[in-house]
C-alpha cells in the first residue's frame, strides 16, 4: 500500500530557507506525478508545486520563484527547496501523488516561519 514519509520541517525566521523531503512507496514512483501541498491554521489544504516524472516541475503563484521542486527516482524522493521563507508559509506540509481526489495522507511535516 501507499506509504509516505515528510521531514524537513522546522521553526526559522522570515528569510531564511528550508528544505522539505519525502520518501514514498507503494506505487510505481517513477511514472507519477509528484505534488507538496499545505494546509496553514484555520484554511483548507492547497497544492503548492507538482513535478512530472521527467522532472517539469509547476508552482503555485504565492512560492513560485522562492521554492524549488526536484525529485530523485532512483531514491523514491521528492525535495522542496524552500528560500525566502515567509510568515504565510507556515503551515504542515504534505507530499502525495498529484490526484484530484487523494484517499492517503502521510503525517506531514511542520513548517513555522515565525519572527
Known amino acids: 500500500q501507499v506509504h509516505i514519509v515528510e521531514s524537513g520541517g522546522g521553526l526559522v525566521q522570515p528569510g531564511e530557507s528550508l528544505r522539505l523531503s519525502c520518501v514514498a512507496s507503494g506505487f510505481i514512483f517513477e511514472a507519477t506525478i509528484m505534488a507538496w501541498y499545505r494546509q496553514a491554521p484555520g484554511t483548507q489544504r492547497e497544492l503548492v508545486a507538482h513535478?512530472?516524472?521527467?522532472?517539469?516541475?509547476a508552482y503555485a503563484g504565492s512560492v513560485k520563484g522562492r521554492f524549488i521542486l526536484s525529485r530523485d527516482n532512483a531514491k523514491k524522493s521528492v525535495y522542496l527547496e524552500m528560500n525566502s521563507l515567509k510568515l504565510e508559509d507556515t503551515a504542515v506540509y504534505y507530499c502525495n501523488r498529484l490526484l484530484a481526489h487523494q484517499t492517503y495522507w502521510g503525517q506531514g511535516t511542520q513548517v513555522t516561519v515565525s519572527s
Open positions: 513535478i512530472g516524472a521527467d522532472g517539469y516541475a
